[in-house]
């Protein structure tokens, strides 16, 4: 249904609206028809917002992002939607969901016709705007119209003479009293500038007496400067002297300082070269120190190989006594069978 109403709306189907609401499927404070209204103002369909407003619709509805028919009417410029709302006692002060205004919106835009209902209701421009083109003419129209409306209302309006006879008889007297009261503030501030002005005159009496006392003490002083600086001048004569002389005796120590500052640097050179000599010396020592730890290292490998040799001397050593023991013992058990052999051939023989 909700679709319904919105095609309706933005179609200005206006028709199909009326059947809409004869059906009666929704009430006039629901918020889909509330929607659906400022749909149409969207679209520009003027004619479809007046139908929902003059169904019933609340001029104050929102759509569902809580934008305001109101404010939608003077986006699109749709003054004649604008008038019947306010007709229908709008709001015209509420605020739409970006906290603006109805009639900054249609400042905003320029939409005159707009701006002009708005103005009816009495409300006033804000400072800034008189440079909107024809805005200055609606305005000025405006506020003929309300002056007419104003006038209309005293139409049937009497006044009695002698009500303003007695009234300007009050205003002569008022005025009089007015002008008495006038003067008499008048001469009561001359007397208070005259006051004023006696009182600044003793004061400036005073101060040029104080002045007046005040340079003479001047003169006084500036006499006792005058004598403490002839006694300064004299005083400074003989420290430009001194001045000189410590200046003399300073260019002296400059030189002697020079001459030292050669013989410092002459010394640092010499210093620089013994060092760099001893520097050479250390890394010799240490270079020797370290073949020497080297050749230490070597030699104590070395007899440790040499010790191990012995010992294996000695070993093979003993090796060598069971082995010469091994073949005597070997020799004599083949001579031993030699002689058998021998005998057994004699035997041999014999036989």
């Not at 002060?93 to 109805?102: E, R, Y």
């Not at 003993?318 to 005597?328: C, P, Q, V, W, Y």
Request: charged content about 30%; overall charge negative; some cysteine.
């Amino acid at each position: 249904m909700a679709d319904e109403w919105v095609l309706a709306a933005e179609s200005g189907n206006m028709p199909m609206l009326e059947q809409l609401f004869q059906t009666g499927g929704l009430d006039n404070r629901n918020w889909k028809v509330q929607h659906a209204a400022v749909c149409a103002a969207n679209a520009e369909k003027e004619n479809a917002v007046i139908a929902f407003l003059e169904w019933g619709v609340q001029p104050s509805c929102q759509d569902k992002d809580s934008k305001r028919l109101l404010h939608a009417c003077c986006r699109k410029g749709l003054d004649t939607a604008v008038a019947v709302l306010v007709e229908k006692r709008v709001d015209v002060n509420m605020l739409d969901w970006d906290k603006s205004n109805a009639l900054g919106v249609a400042l905003k835009l320029k939409q005159l016709g707009c701006i002009k209902e708005l103005l009816k209701t009495g409300l006033e421009l804000p400072p800034g705007h008189d440079t909107i083109p024809g805005l200055s003419a609606i305005v000025k129209e405006v506020q003929t119209e309300r002056q007419t409306k104003q006038l209309r209302t005293l139409v049937d309006t009497e006044v009695d003479p002698t009500e303003i006879a007695k009234a300007e008889a009050q205003v002569w007297e008022s005025m009089q009293t007015h002008l008495h009261l006038l003067k008499l503030d008048q001469d009561a501030k001359a007397a208070k500038v005259l006051v004023q002005l006696e009182r600044k005159a003793d004061e400036e009496q005073k101060l040029a007496a104080e002045a007046k006392n005040k340079e003479a003490r001047m003169r006084d002083m500036l006499k006792d400067r005058k004598v403490e600086v002839a006694a300064q001048d004299t005083a400074l004569s003989k420290v430009v002297k001194e001045l000189t002389e410590v200046q003399d005796s300073l260019a002296v120590a400059q030189e002697e300082d020079a001459k030292v500052a050669a013989e410092l640097s002459e010394k640092k050179k010499q210093l620089k070269e013994e060092k760099d000599m001893f520097d050479a010396i250390d890394k010799e020592q240490l270079a020797r120190e370290k073949y020497a730890a080297d050749v230490l290292q070597e030699v104590v490998l070395f007899e440790a190989q040499v010790e191990a040799a012995r010992v294996r001397n000695e070993e093979l050593g003993g090796e060598l006594t069971d082995a010469k023991s091994e073949l005597r013992s070997w020799l004599a058990d083949k001579e031993a069978a030699a002689q058998l052999t021998a005998k057994a051939h004699a035997l041999m023989q014999t036989g």
